[in-house]
């Protein structure tokens, strides 16, 4: 289990950190935003994220981030009053924490996180396609259709952020990684051209966003 802390406060970074460790989760900690610039968030199973951060806002960073990433996010601050937690959990906060707070209790926010993350992954679907994350098996209607695993993975990513627009390049990133090589210009092109064809009358739903990249249109006409 892998976390990425972005903290500035040095005492509350080695406190959580140090925590952690006992209860064998890694911790990699940030002082700002621009640290975060070149790391891979897939590398990593959840965010706890400072609201005040030296170059910039936490609220900003976590919607940017929800334009190509589901990872959860817990987010800290100093401001209780109730429109900063409202703010929080609109931009896509999944738990919201006020300074100074309990140890334990962070623990127990990080493992009930992860424990609905879980447990929404395992199954998804959209009407009558259906996803099985844990197998990497796709159905339509009840019949299994072959996917290889970047086109489960531009799927499973596109149902995640339904009726969001997803930037062409991050989800080149999240879906081949570190096998960069492996793609060129026209590589996510052709892959989601096959994906509709697959999909049968659900490809519809896939829709090109001219300069930016791709979006899960929940609204689409399937019958036309």
Same mark, same amino acid.
């Given at each position: ?114 424990? /609905?993350?879980? @447990? ?7 009407? %009558?396609?259906?996803?099985? =994350?844990?197998?990497? $098996?796709? +159905? ?29 390049? /991050?989800?080149? @990133? ?7 090589? %492996?793609?060129?210009?026209? =590589?996510?092109?052709? $892959?989601? +051209? ?29 019958? /036309?």
């Amino acid at each position: 289990m892998k976390i990425i802390l972005i903290e500035d406060d040095s005492t509350i970074s080695f406190a959580v950190k140090t925590f952690l460790k006992r209860h064998e989760l890694e911790t990699d900690v940030f002082t700002s935003l621009k640290a975060t610039t070149d790391i891979d968030l897939n590398q990593y199973d959840l965010m706890i994220l400072d609201v005040n951060l030296p170059d910039g806002s936490g609220f900003d960073y976590l919607k940017y981030i929800r334009t190509f990433s589901d990872i959860p996010v817990i987010m800290l601050t100093v401001k209780d009053a109730e429109e900063y937690v409202l703010k929080g959990f609109s931009e896509g906060a999944d738990e919201y924490m006020t300074k100074p707070f309990s140890l334990p209790i962070l623990k127990a926010r990080i493992d009930n996180v992860l424990k /609905r993350k879980n @447990d929404r992954q395992e199954k998804m679907a959209y009407q %009558e396609l259906e996803l099985d =994350t844990q197998s990497k $098996t796709a +159905k339509v209607e009840g019949l299994n259709i072959e996917l290889n695993r970047q086109e489960f993975a531009v799927l499973e990513i596109l149902l995640e952020n339904q009726d969001a627009n997803l930037i062409r390049e /991050r989800i080149i @990133d999240m879906v081949w990684g570190s096998d960069l090589y %492996e793609v060129n210009d026209n =590589t996510l092109t052709v $892959t989601i +051209k096959r994906l509709r064809s697959k999909l049968g009358k659900y490809g519809v739903h896939i829709k090109t966003v001219r300069g930016i990249g791709y979006s899960w249109d929940s609204g689409a006409n399937e019958n /036309r």
